[in-house]
């Protein structure tokens, strides 16, 4: 049994409470549950106390989204009508994946070349408004358009032909349901549980759990940001979710990188050797699951923290919000993050 230092105790949480829960409501007890049995990556109670009372100090700073606040980004995605909205951040969340190489896959903008996240925004907005603004579009684009669209002078997009399966086939699925995003939100009738619940039902590519120690456990990455870029997207119409502090953080490289760097996530000798070095690890390994699962519980700790700090409560995805903005803005100083080709984050 691993020790996780912090305000928690983690006990062994069964597998027959977790499946009587929604997706979204499994994923907090299956990742403390990990966190209870792992040696490979251990939470500072100490830099959790110490980097919350930072952040409590500055929380009116923290509700900021990623991009909508961004000068160059916002003023091309606000001047979109809500559908083309929703299926900007659709396709974002659907391809944002699995960026890193060297060299690393970028694309030359007004701004100056720009990589991850920031170059997929600035493709995908360029694309929906040059024509691919619905999702019949999307789903007739051919392997040789995608792959112009996904065009860098500096290297290949990492998992080109999955990329493009993944929107062949959501939005083929989406087709066949005769079901558009909008309505998919509206069916959800402002439950964001239902809503990601949905999504991880009828689309595969919204999947993200593995197994550990025989049982599951829920991470939903993409199905979460999504959630929160539709909340953002129609605050004060009927489709707005209205749940959505059920969201946790999201576990991806940037996250676990910075909590790394802060020494709020301690790994142990061998996996912090491997993922120095660059050493690839495998997707659902042990270690991989375990720097997931600590992420999104360490976040949670932090989180809980802020708000008895400071009576401006805010929610999991507004700290996840800041968290990985403050991971682009300090990379030069931080650890190296941990390397697994997948589709999922």
């Known amino acids: 049994m691993g020790i996780v230092s912090g305000n928690f105790i983690f006990a062994s949480i069964p597998s027959d409470f977790l499946i009587k829960l929604l997706m979204l409501e499994s994923i907090l007890p299956s990742t403390r549950r990990v966190c209870a049995m792992t040696e490979s990556v251990l ?18 700073a923290s509700a900021k989204h990623w991009i909508l606040d961004d000068a160059y980004f916002s003023p091309r995605i606000l001047s979109l009508d809500t559908e083309r909205k929703l299926l900007f951040f659709f396709v ?36 929906i408004h040059a024509g691919l603004g619905t999702t019949t579009a999307w789903k007739d684009l051919s392997f040789s358009d995608f792959r112009e669209l996904m065009s860098s002078p500096i290297a290949e997009i990492p998992l080109l032909e999955k990329r493009f399966d993944i ?22 009738a402002g439950n964001v549980s239902q809503f990601v619940d949905s999504l991880h039902d009828m689309m595969p590519a919204f999947r993200d759990e593995s197994f550990y120690a025989g049982e599951s456990v829920y991470f939903l990455k993409k199905a979460q940001l999504f959630a929160a870029d539709c909340f953002y997207m129609t605050k004060g119409n009927d489709a707005c979710l209205k749940n959505i502090d059920a969201l946790t953080a999201c576990a991806d490289y940037k996250l676990p990188q910075l909590l790394k760097s802060l020494e709020i996530l301690q790994y142990e000798q061998s996996l912090l050797k491997r993922i120095n070095r660059g050493d690839l690890l495998e997707q659902d ?9 600590a992420t999104i519980v360490a976040v949670d700790e932090i989180l809980l923290l802020m708000n008895e700090l400071n009576p401006v409560r805010i929610n999991a995805m507004e700290l996840n919000n800041m968290l990985w903005t403050s991971s682009q803005e300090i990379q030069r100083d931080m650890h190296p993050y941990h390397l697994v080709r997948t589709v999922k984050y």
């Not at 929107?167 to 959800?188: C, K, P, Q």
Request: no cysteine.
């Open 43 to 60: 939470i500072d109670s100490n830099a959790v106390n110490q980097y919350a009372r930072k952040l409590a100090q500055g929380k009116n």
């Open 92 to 127: 974002f969340n659907l391809l944002s994946f699995s960026y890193w190489g060297k060299p690393k896959w970028s694309v030359e903008t007004e701004q100056g070349m720009m990589d991850g996240s920031f170059a997929m925004s600035h493709v995908l907005l360029n694309a």
């Open 167 to 188: 929107i062949h086939s959501t939005f083929g699925i989406l087709a066949d349901r005769n079901v558009s995003i909008l309505g998919l939100l509206h069916a959800s």
């Open 285 to 293: 390994s042990q270690e991989e699951i375990a720097i997931r699962a």
